[in-house]
């Protein structure tokens, strides 16, 4: 085992499932209760571990400091801003000092404005750089890359922030 991941807003478990496979021990959040069984159905299939938890990312139900790393792969954009500031903090609270932090989520680009905007108003905000990383400010950036996706029909979110930060070792 490499350590401990916990893998926030899981969904089907692609993620938690590649981390299984490459050795970590993974607790797999989500609070669809069908996605969690969709995942650990799967998990099972392919004869890998991963411990299922029905919750939400702003009220983690795990010890402080309990993790090596933690994965929150496009999950802030759909909650309201104060919400995903909530799941950074709660990721601080649980990640160990030294650990990473390894987060994806839909950013601004130039087509749009940022936060909220027309015909997905309320379902994603589109974080611009500037409140991404004030969001982030806790952590020690490691690696910040602003993807853009090309397809010509692909809906919005057409661009993501890929973020990979560290608790400090000394926290
Ligand atoms: C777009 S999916 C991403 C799933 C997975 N992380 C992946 O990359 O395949 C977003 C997931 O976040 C979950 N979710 C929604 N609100 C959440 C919350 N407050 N805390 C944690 N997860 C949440 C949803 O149920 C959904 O499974």
Excluded at 23 to 43: D, F, K, M, Q, T
Excluded at 102 to 126: K, M, P, W
Excluded at 130 to 142: C, K, R
Aim: net charge negative; with cysteine.
């Amino acid at each position: 085992m490499i350590g401990r991941a916990l893998d926030i807003g899981s969904g089907r478990g692609r993620n938690s499932l590649y981390l299984a496979q490459a050795g970590w021990h993974v607790v797999s959040l989500e609070p669809s209760i069908r996605r969690l069984r969709y995942a650990s159905n799967r998990a099972g299939d392919l004869r890998e571990d991963i411990d299922s938890v029905l919750g939400i990312g702003e009220r983690l139900p795990v010890k402080d400091s309990t993790f090596q790393l933690v994965l929150c792969n496009h999950v802030l954009e759909s909650l309201p801003v104060d919400t995903a500031g909530q799941v950074v903090q709660e990721i601080y609270r649980v990640v160990k000092p030294g650990g990473y932090l390894f987060v994806e989520t839909a950013a601004s680009d130039n087509g749009y404005a940022a936060g909220d905007i027309n015909g997905i108003a309320g379902r994603f905000h589109l974080y611009a750089e500037d409140e991404f990383v004030e969001m982030m400010s806790g952590f020690e950036l490691i690696e910040m890359l602003h993807l853009r996706l090309v397809k010509p029909k692909s809906t919005p979110p057409s661009a993501q922030w890929i973020y990979l930060g560290r608790k400090s070792a000394l926290a």
